[in-house]
């Protein structure tokens, strides 16, 4: 293959192409502000990604030149899908990468940012695997930024230097998200509630967030803890560090980490740095349930924005404007529905920052039902826990009343008498 210059393989990109750019904490700053010197040039290129973490791309100035069609969407994209400038495609984070593997939606280009080859010529796709791997797979022009300070990270990240058609040598850090500056009491309460839950040998998945933060600074004392997520962030580091993580008892990927993609700090990125035990796989692979539930007393813990009293839980989207996406929570809801004494877990505040109940009658009108009632067994809120599993709608509605926010639980009350007619 003949290797272009990075100017002409930008230039392969032209007005109406559809690409794919390397998203969350591997997103490749530098060359997405290379293509955004060709916005003149260029009308409604559309692109795709998960959880952008730069405006390149939804800056206002370049509306008519680049069009983001999300899989998952970050605070950047947020007020470009609200204004109809950008939009989101709904879909499982585990069946994304059929969208190219079956050429549903066809790639002109991806652009990623990896770590410099090894000695056999191989480049590592670094913190972030997902539905990258598939578009690497699938596009039709692979473009690259080679970053020393992109990780090489293990798994199936690896992509040789032939096969890149077009690359730009810039370092740069990687974008950083500290979940611990954000974390309130009412979160860490959470955390220590939702920690109770696991038992020893446990494995886990953790979701985006500051929750899944608090529970791993409470997981010291625990033994034996595996790690089978989509995610993982900088609580993973100590645990594994002082023994409580060691993947002894897992049965998908025995003795390693694994996840599909990492974000947090530089000191975890460094830990991650050419380590064995930390394996990073497509995301049809760690997202899949069948696979998930291979996993003994699996826990799954992931966050939600409302719950209604019979358990449909929106955690996308604050009513008709659209916050984040599906992503992975029904994938390892499932799956760890499935495994063997495994826990599915949400977790969310019983009220916002503002005092509005997260524990609501009905969801907001507009808000996308992420996870069905039937999925959701336990719930956790800073005032306590209970399972829904296997009860009906007036049980569903009373446990709900007595883990929401005292000051919101006697009008929960009386809309429960009003819709069931009586509580059990």
């Known amino acids: 293959m003949t290797r272009m210059l990075i100017d002409q393989g930008l230039s392969l990109i032209k007005s109406g192409s559809r690409i794919f750019v390397h998203g969350c904490a591997a997103t490749p700053q530098y060359l997405n502000r290379l293509l955004a010197k060709r916005a003149n040039e260029l009308k409604r290129v559309e692109i795709m990604g998960i959880l952008p973490l730069d405006n390149t791309f939804t800056d206002p100035k370049f509306k008519d030149s680049f069009f983001v069609n999300s899989l998952f969407a970050s605070a950047y994209v947020r007020p470009a899908i609200a204004n109809g400038t950008a939009s989101y495609i709904p879909t499982f984070l585990g069946e994304m990468p059929r969208l190219f593997d079956q050429n549903i939606l066809s790639l002109d280009a991806v652009l990623v940012q990896?770590?410099?080859?090894?000695?056999?010529?191989?480049?590592?796709?670094?913190?972030?695997?997902?539905?990258?791997?598939?578009?690497?797979?699938?596009?039709?022009?692979?473009?690259?930024?080679?970053?020393?300070?992109?990780?090489?990270?293990?798994?199936?990240?690896?992509?040789?230097?032939?096969?890149i058609h077009a690359?730009?040598?810039?370092d740069e850090p990687l974008i950083?998200?500290?979940?611990?500056?954000?974390?309130?009491?009412?979160?860490?309460?959470?955390?220590?509630?939702?920690?109770?839950?696991?038992?020893?040998?446990?494995?886990?998945?953790?979701?985006?967030?500051?929750?899944?933060?608090?529970v791993l600074k409470c997981l010291e004392n625990h033994k034996d803890l595996s790690i089978a997520s989509e995610m993982i962030s900088d609580g993973v580091v100590p645990l594994i560090q002082k023994g409580v993580i060691t993947n002894r008892y897992k049965k998908f990927h025995p003795g390693k980490t694994t996840s599909t993609f990492i974000m947090g700090t530089r000191k975890l990125y460094d830990f991650v740095d050419d380590n064995p035990n930390i394996c990073l796989l497509d995301v049809a692979i760690t997202n899949?349930?069948?696979?998930?539930?291979?996993?003994?007393?699996?826990?799954?813990?992931?966050?939600?924005?409302?719950?209604?009293?019979?358990?449909?839980?929106?955690?996308?989207?604050?009513?008709?404007?659209?916050?984040?996406?599906?992503?992975?929570?029904?994938?390892?809801?499932?799956?760890?529905?499935?495994?063997?004494?495994?826990?599915?877990?949400?977790?969310?505040?019983?009220?916002?920052?503002?005092?509005?109940?997260?524990?609501?009658?009905?969801?907001?009108?507009?808000?996308g039902v992420t996870t069905t009632r039937a999925h959701v067994h336990y719930v956790v809120t800073e005032y306590g826990v209970t399972n829904l599993f296997g009860k009906n709608y007036q049980q569903r509605a009373k446990a709900l009343i007595d883990i929401a926010h005292p000051n919101h639980r006697e009008t929960l009350e009386r809309a429960a008498y009003q819709r069931f007619k009586n509580l059990y």
């Open 288 to 367: 899949d349930p069948a696979q998930i539930r291979q996993n003994t007393k699996m826990c799954s813990i992931n966050a939600a924005i409302e719950i209604d009293l019979t358990g449909q839980v929106c955690s996308e989207s604050l009513g008709t404007m659209h916050y984040s996406g599906v992503g992975g929570q029904v994938d390892f809801l499932r799956g760890a529905a499935l495994s063997h004494e495994g826990k599915p877990i949400l977790a969310l505040p019983s009220q916002t920052t503002k005092g509005i109940s997260r524990i609501v009658n009905t969801l907001k009108e507009g808000a």
């Open 167 to 170: 690359y730009v040598e810039h």
């Open 114 to 163: 990896v770590s410099p080859p090894d000695r056999h010529g191989y480049c590592s796709l670094g913190v972030s695997v997902e539905v990258t791997k598939s578009a690497v797979r699938n596009a039709k022009t692979i473009i690259a930024q080679i970053n020393r300070h992109m990780p090489r990270v293990h798994g199936d990240t690896f992509l040789h230097i032939n096969d």
């Open 176 to 214: 950083e998200v500290d979940y611990s500056q954000e974390v309130t009491d009412v979160e860490r309460q959470i955390g220590r509630r939702v920690a109770e839950l696991i038992d020893d040998r446990s494995t886990l998945q953790m979701g985006v967030g500051t929750v899944p933060d608090c």
